[in-house]
C-alpha cells in the first residue's frame, strides 16, 4: 500500500518550511513538497491566515469569505493602514452563488482585477465544493497530487455548514484539502494509502482524533499516540478515537476504511 505523509509546514513560516520540510526528509523518502492553495469560506478569520496567505500560489474567497477578508485582515495589523493591507491582501478570485457578498466588497475587489466568478444557478454544491472545483481547473493534472487546498473558517458556526464542509473531503478524496479553524485542523486519511504524520509538536497537538466517515472501520492500527489502535474496530454507535494524545514526532496510520484526521492547533 502506498505510503502518504502529511505535515502541518504550512503553519510555519515560508522561511522556515524549508528546513522543516528537510528535517521531514530525512526520516521519510516519501515526503512530499506541496504546492498550498487558500480557500477563505464566511467565518472569522484565523489568526494566522496571513500566514497562509504567504504560503499560497491561488487564494480564492468563498462568496462572504470575501467580506472577512475586507473586514478583518486589516484588523490583524493594526499598526497598517487598512486601505493598504486591502490591496495587499487581494485575492485572485471570488467564487460562489454570491448571496452573501457584500456589492462594496464586490466591487472595491472587481476594482483591483479580482476575478468573479457568480455560480448563483449552482444550489447543489457548496461555496467550498465550488472552490475546490475552480482550484483543481486551474492546476494540470500532472501537479495534481503535489496540491493541497487549505480552507479557512472551515470549521465552526453552523453544523451542517460544517458537515458539508467535511462531505467535500470525500467527495474530492483525491485531493489534499484542509479545514482550518483558530484551534484545529481537519483532513482526510484516504483508506488506499497508509499514512505518516510528521507532527509539530510546537504548533499541534497534543490532543487529536480518529473518526471513520463514509462508513465503520473494520480494522485501524496507529503508532505514535498514547491510545493506539490495533486492528480496531470503530463506528458510530461504538468506539470512536476522539481525545487521543500524540505521543512523539510521528503517527502512523493504517485501516480499511476513511478515517478524518483532525488535531489540536496551539495558539500562535
Known amino acids: 500500500?502506498?505510503?502518504?505523509?502529511?505535515?502541518?509546514?504550512?503553519?510555519?513560516?515560508?522561511?522556515?518550511?524549508?528546513?522543516?520540510?528537510?528535517s521531514s526528509s530525512s526520516s521519510s523518502s516519501s515526503s512530499v513538497s506541496l504546492t498550498y492553495a487558500l480557500?477563505?469560506?464566511?467565518?472569522?478569520?484565523?489568526?494566522?491566515?496571513p500566514l497562509l496567505w504567504?504560503?499560497?500560489?491561488?487564494r480564492v474567497c468563498a462568496d462572504g469569505g470575501a467580506n472577512r477578508v475586507f473586514d478583518e485582515m486589516p484588523l490583524l495589523f493594526p499598526q497598517l493602514n487598512p486601505s493598504h493591507v486591502r490591496s495587499r491582501y487581494k485575492p485572485d478570485a471570488i467564487?460562489?452563488?454570491?448571496?452573501?457578498?457584500r456589492t462594496e466588497v464586490l466591487d472595491f475587489y472587481a476594482n483591483l482585477g479580482t476575478k468573479i466568478i457568480d455560480e448563483s444557478q449552482?444550489?447543489?454544491?457548496?461555496?467550498?465544493h465550488k472552490c475546490v472545483a475552480y482550484i483543481r481547473d486551474l492546476v494540470p493534472n500532472t501537479?495534481?497530487?503535489?496540491?493541497?487546498?487549505?480552507?479557512?473558517?472551515?470549521?465552526?458556526?453552523?453544523?451542517?455548514?460544517?458537515?458539508?464542509?467535511?462531505?467535500?473531503?470525500?467527495?474530492?478524496?483525491n485531493t489534499r484539502i484542509i479545514l482550518l479553524s483558530d484551534d484545529c485542523l481537519i483532513h482526510l486519511l484516504?483508506?488506499?494509502?497508509?499514512?505518516?504524520?510528521?507532527i509539530q509538536s510546537s504548533l499541534e497537538g497534543p490532543h487529536c482524533g480518529l473518526v471513520p466517515i463514509g462508513m465503520p472501520s473494520g480494522s485501524s492500527t496507529t503508532t505514535g499516540l498514547k491510545w493506539d489502535l490495533n486492528e480496531t474496530e470503530m463506528?458510530?454507535?461504538g468506539l470512536v478515537s476522539t481525545s487521543n494524545v500524540v505521543n512523539g514526532d510521528i503517527v502512523t496510520v493504517q485501516s480499511d476504511s476513511d478515517l478524518l484526521w483532525t488535531i489540536s492547533i496551539k495558539k500562535l
Do not use: W, Y
Not at 467564487?95 to 457578498?101: E, R, T
Not at 484516504?190 to 510528521?198: A, C, D, G, Q, T
Open 1 to 22: 500500500m502506498e505510503l502518504m505523509c502529511h505535515s502541518s509546514t504550512f503553519l510555519l513560516p515560508p522561511e522556515n518550511q524549508n528546513t522543516a520540510s528537510s
Open 39 to 49: 480557500v477563505i469560506l464566511n467565518q472569522n478569520l484565523p489568526k494566522f491566515t
Open 54 to 58: 504567504d504560503h499560497a500560489c491561488i
Open 95 to 101: 467564487k460562489g452563488d454570491m448571496d452573501s457578498i
Open 122 to 128: 449552482d444550489q447543489d454544491t457548496t461555496d467550498l
Open 143 to 173: 501537479d495534481k497530487s503535489e496540491l493541497c487546498i487549505l480552507a479557512t473558517g472551515a470549521l465552526g458556526g453552523r453544523f451542517d455548514h460544517e458537515m458539508g464542509n467535511i462531505n467535500v473531503l470525500c467527495r474530492f478524496s
Open 190 to 198: 484516504p483508506k488506499n494509502h497508509s499514512h505518516k504524520i510528521f
Open 235 to 237: 463506528r458510530f454507535g
